[in-house]
């Protein structure tokens, strides 16, 4: 009896080692960041006004200046990787980026994959098109094509709204927006900001405000467990909102201040 207490105690002595050898040999994204003194930060590069390439081919906009405030604060060098919207959270969970800031609003099913930081920009998501076009709701789709991107919220929010809409769903947002303004589509989802911008840069089409798909604050995202990573993310947000840093952005990047934003 006693000989099998003994083996039984040194076998759960033995697992836990393992367990604690374990688990201190796995890597902190966090210490690693600093470790190697290099932040990856995957951002859109065809996104206005969150990211797109200036004329000096030069990555610039709301998300590639926040990307720059994470590492100034890291006090690290910033490693820029564009990515279309599908590939934000496969970059994250196969290590080609250590966080993605690029306009990603949360969702339940990508809860299962990747942690979210508290938003730090507030957006929309509806879906626009000419004004002749009577489209007030999902019911009143009907043979319309709606261009979308492929991965981002709004094509899931699209695709469990109205199923059997005629969505053309695109490789990145650039293709969905050219969809539309060549014709090839009737309507486009998008954010409300990215609107703004492309309404400005496109003034012969029209992008008449049809319906509301969700109200979408955008999160800088990691891979989950990283909880050191996350508590200094949510600490870098909520400082650069008391020192005005996020409010500056917002006016820079968005055409106005930041507004409260809902608690994560």
């Keep these: 009896m006693r000989r099998a207490f003994r083996s039984a105690f040194f076998a759960v ?84 980026s250590d966080m993605n800031i690029a306009a990603m609003s949360i969702t339940a099913e990508r809860a299962r994959q990747v942690m979210f930081s508290a938003p730090y920009a507030d957006t929309s998501l509806a879906v626009y098109g000419a004004k002749a076009l009577a489209v007030k709701s999902g019911a009143d789709l009907g043979k319309s094509r709606i261009a979308v991107a492929k991965g981002t919220t709004e094509d899931l929010v699209l695709s469990a709204l109205a199923p059997s809409a005629d969505i053309m769903r ?26 703004v911008e492309l309404a400005k840069q496109n003034p012969a089409k029209e992008f008449d405000f049809k319906f509301a798909l969700r109200r979408a604050p955008a999160h800088i995202t990691i891979r989950r467990g990283e909880h050191d990573l996350l508590r200094w993310l949510d600490t870098l947000i909520f400082q650069s909102t008391l020192n005005g840093d996020l409010d500056e952005l917002h006016k820079k990047w968005l055409g106005g201040p930041m507004q409260p934003l809902p608690a994560l």
């Excluded at 688990?23 to 966090?30: C, G, I, N």
């Excluded at 690693?32 to 006004?49: C, E, H, M, N, W």
């Excluded at 709301?62 to 970059?91: C, N, T």
Aim: charged residues 20%; hydrophobic residues 55%; without cysteine.
């Design 13 to 96: 002595l033995a697992l836990s080692a393992g367990l604690i050898a374990s688990l201190e040999a796995r890597a902190d994204k966090l210490d690693d960041i600093l470790s190697k003194g290099v932040v990856r930060i995957t951002v859109f590069a065809d996104v206005p006004p969150f990211g797109m390439m200036n004329a000096k081919r030069e990555l610039e906009g709301f998300d590639v200046d926040m990307a720059r405030l994470v590492a100034k604060s890291l006090g690290v060098k910033l490693e820029l990787v564009p990515v279309p919207a599908a590939s934000r959270i496969p970059f994250l969970l196969t290590d080609k």
């Design 170 to 195: 695109t490789e990145d947002n650039a293709t969905a927006v050219q969809a539309y303004l060549a014709g090839h589509a009737q309507l486009l989802a998008a954010n409300s900001v990215v609107v």
